[in-house]
């Protein structure tokens, strides 16, 4: 099938496996809420909050989701398609070795940030 062949294509291009193209598509597809293709800003900071396991209630600074949106967002078109999605999700994961995204987040906020 063309999406068959479309995420096959991505898989080589990204160095992933088929099943984690699938998987990554799964959780794009929850923070997608519009179903546009593409997370919004709106969405970029649900799906943070779930990447960095921040506790119910706990809001992100600004400073934290711009930050990571701006990783994530390659082209600078304030949104995040699945591509951006999957090349951001492996970074981090390489980066951060694994599900470590909210140690991350926990050095991160620690850092003060100058006025």
Not at 21 to 43: L, Q, T
Not at 68 to 96: H, P, Q, T, Y
Not at 107 to 115: D, G
Request: proline share 1%; with cysteine; charged share 40%.
């Amino acid at each position: 099938s063309k999406e068959g062949q479309k995420v096959r294509s991505l898989a080589r291009k990204l160095g992933l496996e088929i099943v984690d193209i699938e998987r990554y598509k799964e959780a794009f597809d929850k923070f997608d809420v519009d179903g546009s293709g593409r997370i919004e800003p709106d969405e970029c900071e649900s799906l943070l909050k779930i990447l960095l396991k921040t506790k119910k209630g706990e809001e992100l600074r600004k400073e934290i989701v711009q930050q990571l949106g701006k990783k994530a967002d390659v082209n600078r078109n304030s949104s995040i398609d699945f591509e951006e999605f999957c090349v951001f999700w492996k970074r981090m994961s390489d980066e951060l070795d694994g599900d470590h995204l909210q140690d991350y987040y926990c050095n991160v906020s620690r850092v003060s940030v100058s006025r």
